[in-house]
């Protein structure tokens, strides 16, 4: 029995975003996960296709929609045990902890992890995160896979809370850390390959992931951006699930 209460995003029937669906990015690409969506960012990228984690009425970030979301609706807190209930009946054989940025929430994490595994055996463990967190040992002993996106100056962030040195240091020395950038344009390489330098990321655990909430802007980006992963020896990753279901919640 956990008490402890988590804060979740909302998906469009008003329900916490808990679903199974396939990983769209990233080194998982095409696996079947359960994805767990926790509200809250303490990032606020002018691009995010998440903007209602965060970008709530009376903030003042901004974003390119220039759409504010009501936090009593978009915002709701569930119990682990409450969230156990809904993950388990999926059967799922891996779950994706996602945001928003999930390890603001991190104390609670290695609960939540234990009791999924409890109820269900063994499943992959993955968590989205910005980079900008530092993970404690306790989660780290629990996660098969971190997924960090490091977000660059096009993001509109403050780069000295986005990109901070301690942290970018310790998920690249940790074995299940894979990095992911979103590219807008070409001037963005030079950002990449500094950070990629500095933190002696491998560059086989380095993805670049073309900018885009449409599969045409997408399109548009993957062929000169796939030719640059060829040139540096970096990996490309497509967004499948905007292809399949475009950008929507609960996919
Ligand atoms: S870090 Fe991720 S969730 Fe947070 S604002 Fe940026 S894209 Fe959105």
Known sequence: MTDSVLRLAVDDRGEPEIFHSIQGEG?????????????????????????YTWNFNGTPFEHEDQIKFDR???????????????????NP???????G??????AKLPALIDAIKSEC?????????NGSIRPTDELIARVNQFNVSPKL?????????????????RFAELPAS???????????????????RTYRIPADRVFLMPLGRDPETIRARSKWLSDICVKMGYRFTDRLHIHLFG????T
């Open 93 to 99: 054989s891996g779950i994706v902890l996602t945001g």
């Open 121 to 129: 055996g063994p499943v992959w463990t993955e968590i989205e995160t």
């Open 153 to 169: 100056a096009h993001s509109g962030n403050d780069l000295k809370i986005a990109q901070r040195a301690d942290v970018l240091a």
């Open 101 to 106: 940025e999930p390890l603001q929430q991190q």
């Open 247 to 250: 950008d929507t919640r609960g």
């Open 27 to 51: 080194a998982s690409l095409g696996a079947p996960r359960v994805f767990i969506r926790l509200s809250g960012c303490n990032l606020h990228c002018k691009w995010c296709d998440t903007a």
């Open 178 to 196: 894979w990095f992911k950038f979103v590219i807008e344009n070409e001037q963005d390489l030079a950002e990449v390959t500094t950070l990629v």
């Open 72 to 90: 009593a609706e978009e915002m709701l807190t569930q119990t682990i045990d409450a969230v156990v209930s809904r993950v388990a009946p999926l």
